[in-house]
């Protein structure tokens, strides 16, 4: 039956997007899964994790272990930097997991973000003016279905594959809901650890590190709030665009859909995931970018200034395995990075470099007492213009109040 004739009363309607595995999967998972929610989205991040098969709960000893090596951590990390590693003043607990558990515990933590992203893509209005194009026809119907399916698909796929990589809690800088439990991920830590030849307590005292010192940053009230209130914008200002996604993709038009080898061609273009990003990333979301990234900036940039000063002395092999897992931080999979994209952050070397560039250059000018300035105040956080230019920043914050009577 060719695409002009009209089905017979018995048959079904026909999808439009069934020749097009993409497009087939995402109609089928819709058909299948009325009632999509964060328990189906945990099953797809534990399926991607596991490979579907059941994991061993980790062993005990490990637990006391680990609690061992962050107090020690916790100590460091409170005496150089300043500031407090328990929210409730209670102390640390640090929790050994498997990559099923650490799903648990992500999946709440990412839930206002994949919210909003979800709700501003089933924003998307029909745009009359793009219904005489035939790419757009079938484009707009793409997209709509798309942000219905935002919250399940990219949230499950998302923290699935994130899983399979993840030491701790803060592999991205995303503060967890307030509270003194920090999570790491046994079986990824030993599967690096022998995969480079890294002592196992070394590593295990530098994840330790890693996740306390992220800790205590994010926890700070002002930093939390700002870095909260730009992903939370960020996810928001979505905007699904099939103007752009069609602009993005060779020409073609509905006779394309009979032919096989368009349909290939059409099927490894939207397989690309920069060209679905490309058509939601909004104008606002570009506007946000160099914001975000200048606090994503100082807040890696601040946690590599204290590794570096505690770990050169507390670990006798802090130096390969800072090489080892920053080439792994540095070497992230394009699947990598466009789930970093996809939520604003750009964990590129460059942003690695800036912090570190920064934090170098308060302390070169002003000492450590200096840079503990970041943290007493919101106005203190450096802006994207100051972030390579830490004199500029200090030049600032030493400015009076505007509301100062210079007259007192």
Not at 280 to 299: H, I, K
Not at 310 to 334: D, F, H, N, P
Request: aromatic residues 6%; charged residues 20%; glycine residues 8%.
């Amino acid at each position: 039956m060719g695409i002009d004739d009209p089905a017979s009363d018995d048959e079904e309607p026909q999808n439009p997007f069934a020749g097009l595995p993409l497009f087939g999967d995402i109609a089928k998972l819709i058909g299948n899964q009325a009632g999509m929610g964060w328990s189906a989205a945990s099953q797809l991040a534990t399926s991607i994790a596991t490979g579907g098969a059941s994991e061993a709960n980790v062993d005990p000893m490990e637990r006391m272990e680990l609690e061992q090596l962050a107090r020690v951590a916790e100590m460091h990390i409170e005496r150089v930097s300043g500031l407090s590693s328990s929210t409730t003043g209670l102390g640390l607990t640090i929790r050994p997991v498997n990559r099923s558990l650490w799903i648990h515990s992500t999946m709440p933590a990412y839930q206002p973000l994949f919210e909003h992203m979800s709700e501003a893509l089933a924003r998307v209005e029909p745009d009359d003016e793009l219904g005489s194009d035939p790419a757009m026809a079938m484009f707009g119907p793409f997209l709509n279905m798309i942000g219905p399916m935002m919250l399940t698909m990219t949230a499950g796929s998302m923290v699935g594959h994130l899983a399979t990589r993840a030491l701790g809690q803060y592999d991205l800088p995303i503060p967890r809901p307030v509270g003194d439990e920090i999570f790491v991920v046994v079986p990824n830590i030993d599967e690096f650890g022998s995969e480079w030849s890294i002592d196992h307590a070394d590593l295990r005292l530098w994840v330790c590190l890693h996740e306390i010192a992220h800790h205590a940053v994010l926890n700070v009230a002002h930093v939390r709030a700002r870095m909260e209130s730009l992903l939370l914008e960020y996810a928001d200002s979505f905007d699904a665009n099939a103007e752009a996604l069609g602009s993005s993709i060779e020409p073609f038009d509905l006779t394309s859909l009979a032919d096989p080898t368009k349909l290939a061609a059409l099927q490894q273009q939207l397989g690309d995931p920069e060209a679905i990003l490309g058509a939601m990333q909004s104008e606002r979301q570009r506007q946000l970018m160099p914001e975000l990234d200048t606090l994503v900036a100082v807040v890696v940039g601040m946690v590599d200034h204290l590794m570096d000063q505690i770990g050169t002395s507390l670990i006798s092999s802090y130096s390969m395995v800072t090489e080892a897992l920053r080439r792994r931080r540095v070497e992230a999979s394009a699947s990598d990075r466009f789930v970093e994209r996809l939520l604003g952050l750009e964990l590129s070397q460059a942003t690695y470099d800036r912090g570190s560039e920064f934090v170098k250059g308060v302390v070169e000018r002003a000492g450590d007492e200096g840079l503990a300035r970041l943290w007493s105040d919101e106005r203190n956080l450096p802006t994207p213009n100051e972030i390579t230019a830490p004199g500029l920043w200090l030049a600032r914050i030493d400015l009076p109040e505007e509301d100062d009577d210079p007259s007192i």
